[in-house]
């Protein structure tokens, strides 16, 4: 590491009189170029209250113009934000301090109409707890789009811990009800009910009052056990799947365990151990194999991590080794199971090095590929006379270029052996730091048309459009659109905590129709291909919750399993530092 690139490079914090941060100041330097400096200041405006009123990034800054602009109420509460990048909204709070009002997407624009929320409470004599969200598109009826239903203190509640609270939850993708809670605040049983038509995206929801007439009559219902600190101690998913986990006596994760409905039970996690400061040393996992984490001694930074397969057919599958900057930035990754090759006068090392800037910007990455590895969408053949395997491996380059907001500009590729290069160009507003790929808008001036009000952007890619819910979520991409016929698309669903619960694609092909659900379960995904009608497969995909650092699934098929797979196998995907996953095994380690 190259020490003089960051030398003086200090973050530099100006305030006023009154102790106010006005100004914040950082040095750029970049490895190619370290005796240049380049000062960046961010400014920030108060009002005479002390509130903040305005900030400004450096890039902005040069055009006159600022990211954020606020305006307060005498109690400091934001009630005007105008964001370069998130448009303009408002936000109103009751006396109490409740959300009340709030208008955003605030723009002219017919196709993006302002959408208006709005929160009722219960009255004065109860505790005040809300009780439905109502939506309104400006030139639109007003729709209830959530609705809560809270327990009575009546025996019946009483008997399951329910009592004061919301039993029923009427969402945008139908109704969640909760059961019975824990004395400990642990939801015991929980069932989802989907609206009718939930796959048909023109369905709107409007719950005037607790109306299940336009509910699927079928609820999807998952129970929980707790021991008596709210740890999860067993779980059933909505298929009757059944999870079990134990503690130590520190709580930590001991063991899991998976029964599979009708089936034995199997073991997911059977052993781990932990440092004095909690920290992960060994675990032993069902298919046989063993992580072992080591962490530097003045740092507790991760080290290394180990999987292997111990006793017969012993192996060592991944054994990954960190380096680390003096910040804690990883500046090398080693993988020690694999070997180093020599392909084309190269050596080919399992290493993946990072160089930062002075502002810890990611500038360059170094790693090994395929040789055989394009390009997505790439359709230039490899150069003549190469011949390629699974075991060919070439190095690449891939360097990172930023302006001076700290977005991201250009991505280049470099494999030199092997003639896979290429660049991403990536093209900024010059009045917002919204962006999008080059190949949708080479000009800076004609990057905002591809954005909505509020900053969603309106195209994937050339030819993809994308829409969003009034909520802000994404509603749907359409990947291909056709002059005559359907199009193709893709439309989600979100419970009331904005997270996905269904997902229904459409793509047409030789006179058919052929339809994907995704429905979206605590712990389990509901998978249903149908053609014209007709089931193609029908699949559960169950996701052990407690699997220490791997992630196992289980792939259970009702029907249209396809020939070459085992039904009911488990997948267990071991992951990096950062949770991605690098390695794939069985069941049985293999």
């Not at 057919?313 to 070997?339: F, H, I, T």
């Amino acid at each position: 590491m190259n020490i003089s690139l960051f030398s003086n490079t200090p973050t530099v914090t100006v305030s006023d009189n009154r102790g106010l941060p006005v100004r914040n100041v950082v040095y750029h330097r970049h490895p190619d170029t370290p005796q240049v400096t380049d000062t960046r200041i961010t400014y920030h405006r108060h009002d005479a209250r002390g509130f903040l009123a305005q900030s400004t990034d450096p890039r902005l800054r040069e055009a006159g113009l600022a990211n954020f602009t606020y305006l307060t109420s005498l109690s400091g509460e934001v009630l005007r934000t105008q964001s370069v990048d998130a448009g303009t909204s408002l936000a109103l709070s009751d006396v109490a301090g409740r959300p009340c009002l709030t208008l955003h997407n605030l723009s002219p624009d017919k196709d993006d109409p302002p959408v208006t929320c709005t929160w009722q409470y219960e009255d004065a004599s109860l505790p005040g707890r809300p009780l439905s969200v109502t939506q309104q598109l400006a030139g639109a009826p007003a729709r209830i789009v959530e609705r809560l239903v809270w327990a009575a203190p009546t025996p019946q509640a009483q008997a399951q811990n329910l009592a004061g609270q919301c039993i029923r939850h009427y969402d945008t993708a139908g109704l969640e009800r909760t059961n019975s809670i824990a004395l400990t605040g642990v939801p015991l049983s929980v069932a989802r009910q989907l609206l009718k038509d939930a796959d048909n995206p023109d369905t709107v929801v409007d719950w005037l009052d607790e109306d299940d007439a336009g509910l699927e009559p079928s609820a999807h219902t998952t129970l929980t056990t707790a021991d008596a600190t709210g740890a999860v101690l067993s779980t059933q998913d909505a298929a009757g799947h059944k999870q079990r986990m134990r503690y130590d006596m520190a709580g930590q994760l001991a063991g899991s365990w998976l029964t599979l409905k009708g089936g034995t039970e199997q073991v997911i996690v059977k052993s781990l151990s932990y440092s004095a400061a909690g920290q992960k040393l060994r675990e032993e996992h069902g298919n046989g194999l063993v992580t072992t984490y080591t962490y530097e001694p003045k740092t507790q930074r991760l080290a290394a991590i180990k999987t292997e397969r111990q006793g017969s057919g012993a192996k060592v599958l991944q054994d990954l080794r960190y380096a680390y900057d003096p910040v804690g930035n990883v500046v090398s990754v080693r993988n020690d199971a694999e070997a180093t090759r020599f392909w084309r006068n190269q050596k080919v090392v399992p290493e993946n090095t990072y160089a930062y800037d002075s502002l810890y910007q990611l500038v360059s990455a170094t790693g090994r590929e395929m040789a055989d590895a394009r390009r997505q969408g790439q359709g230039r053949d490899h150069p003549a006379l190469i011949a390629f395997d699974d075991a060919t491996y070439t190095r690449y380059t891939r360097t990172y270029t930023y302006d001076r907001a700290g977005n991201l500009a250009q991505i280049r590729h470099r494999a030199p052996a092997t003639g896979n290069s290429y660049t991403t160009d990536i093209t900024v507003s010059e009045r917002s730091n919204r962006a999008v790929l080059s190949s949708l808008a080479k000009d800076p001036t004609e990057v905002e048309t591809l954005f909505n009000a509020s900053g969603q952007q309106r195209m994937l890619l050339p030819g993809q459009s994308l829409a969003w819910t009034p909520g802000g979520e994404l509603a749907q991409v359409t990947p291909i659109k056709r002059d005559s016929g359907a199009d193709d698309h893709e439309h989600y669903r979100y419970d009331n905590a904005r997270q996905r619960v269904l997902k229904t694609s459409a793509q047409q092909a030789a006179r058919t129709t052929q339809t994907q659900n995704v429905l979206y379960l605590p712990g389990l995904e509901l998978r249903r291909t149908l053609s014209s009608g007709k089931v193609l497969e029908d699949l559960q995909v169950i996701t052990v919750g407690e699997a220490g650092r791997a992630q196992v699934r289980v792939l259970h098929w009702l029907a249209g399993k396809p020939t070459d797979i085992t039904n009911d196998q488990l997948r267990y995907s071991y992951d990096d530092q950062t949770g991605s996953g690098a390695l794939e095994v069985d069941g049985a380690g293999g």
